[in-house]
């Protein structure tokens, strides 16, 4: 069984390769329309703090709309490629901040390389009682053996894959209050979030989608480039007092 210590190092691995190309792999990552879910109803020249902030895509939107943004990952390389001017390199789940510094945390497409109640109530802890979520899930959570072995491919350091649901059952595990729930769908290239793999792994992600009855319930259509798919997000807002 892999430790806490193999999993982070595992995530870092993923990202320092991905991040240069990060921002072209998928267009979701600088989709407004799944980045306005996390940042809607948020009192103007709000101190926002973007936890896995990434390459700042969340992070960028929220300044331009006069937030005072603070980008928080583990991952160097990717803060290398976040524009956001506050940045810092720390471990979200023991964060640098004193208690109550942000007015609100938000945090999309990382909790699941994390522990999630006990992340959740960091962000909690360091903001002032409003944590934003959000995140692709499965279609339904009997789709996990297919996803588990797209991942063991793809992200081997994910801790998480995320159904249906979960994220309102995270915060609630952490003592918070869900106030609204968002959802979105997105196309996805298969191969554009995996191009830092070897061309055997590709293979085998696409040789995955083509033999799995399960790749039909994500819209999935094959190419010579590899093919696409829908994938179902889930934004959930919440408070903690």
Not at 143 to 170: K, N, Q, T, V
Not at 197 to 209: A, W
Request: net charge neutral; proline share 3%; with cysteine.
């Amino acid at each position: 069984m892999r430790t806490d210590d193999d999993l982070f190092q595992a995530s870092l691995d993923t990202f320092s390769k991905r991040a240069g190309t990060y921002d072209s792999e998928s267009s979701w990552v600088r989709d407004i329309s799944l980045i306005e879910p996390m940042l809607v109803g948020i009192e103007p020249h709000s101190s926002v703090l973007d936890v896995g902030a990434g390459t700042g895509a969340v992070g960028e939107l929220a300044e331009s709309k006069g937030h005072i943004v603070t980008s928080l990952d583990s991952s160097i390389t990717m803060l290398t490629c976040n524009r956001v001017p506050r940045k810092v390199l720390g471990n979200a789940q023991n964060m640098p901040f004193n208690s109550s510094t942000f007015d609100v945390v938000v945090c999309r497409q990382a909790l699941h390389y994390l522990k999630p109640v006990e992340a959740v109530m960091e962000f909690a802890r360091v903001s002032r009682g409003k944590v934003r979520l959000g995140s692709i899930t499965m279609n339904n959570k009997n789709d996990i053996d297919f996803w588990r072995r797209y991942f063991s491919i793809a992200s081997p350091g994910r801790r998480h894959i995320m159904a249906p649901g979960d994220l309102s059952r995270i915060v609630n595990a952490a003592g918070g209050c869900v106030t609204d729930t968002i959802q979105r769908y997105s196309e996805v290239n298969l191969l554009g979030a995996v191009r830092h793999l070897s061309e055997s792994d590709r293979r085998r992600i696409v040789n995955l989608f083509d033999s799995s009855d399960r790749s039909k319930y994500y819209g999935y259509t094959p190419s010579t480039t590899g093919g696409k798919y829908m994938v179902r997000w889930e934004f959930v807002h919440s408070e903690f007092s």
